[in-house]
Nanobody
Framework: QVQLVESGGGLVQPGGSLRLSCAAS????????MGWYRQAPGKQRELVAS???????NYAESVKGRFTISKDSAKNTVYLQMNSLKPEDTAAYYC?????????WGQGTQVTVTS
């Protein structure tokens, strides 16, 4: 099992930026796919961005050009840089580490975009 701890959420105005961090309990980036997901009230959890062990990156259409996922293997941390935030980005954001049937989730961090 892998423990994941997210941080960096908060309250921001439209057009602002936040950087989310997800710290893993051990070095897994060489074999796990890391992903950021979000879930707004009353909606299903959705993929925001993911990065495979080989560095292949995927973004949801709604965040392309605004969000950037990256990882720092030396710090066992994956990041989600979020720019040009919109009210519809408001959600709880979750980090996920997955490999075959091994699926691990963090507790989530809240992002609220409002004026």
């Amino acid at each position: 099992q892998v423990q994941l701890v997210e941080s960096g959420g908060g309250l921001v105005q439209p057009g602002g930026s936040l950087r989310l961090s997800c710290a893993a309990s051990r070095n897994i980036f060489g074999i796990y796919t890391m992903g950021w997901y979000r879930q707004a009230p009353g909606k299903q959890r959705e993929l925001v961005a993911s990065i495979t062990s080989s560095g292949i990156i995927n973004y949801a259409e709604s965040v392309k050009g605004r969000f950037t996922i990256s990882k720092d293997s030396a710090k066992n941390t994956v990041y989600l840089q979020m720019n040009s935030l919109k009210p519809e980005d408001t959600a709880a954001y979750y980090c996920r580490a997955s490999r075959y049937l091994n699926d691990n989730w963090g507790q989530g961090t809240q992002v609220t975009v409002t004026s």
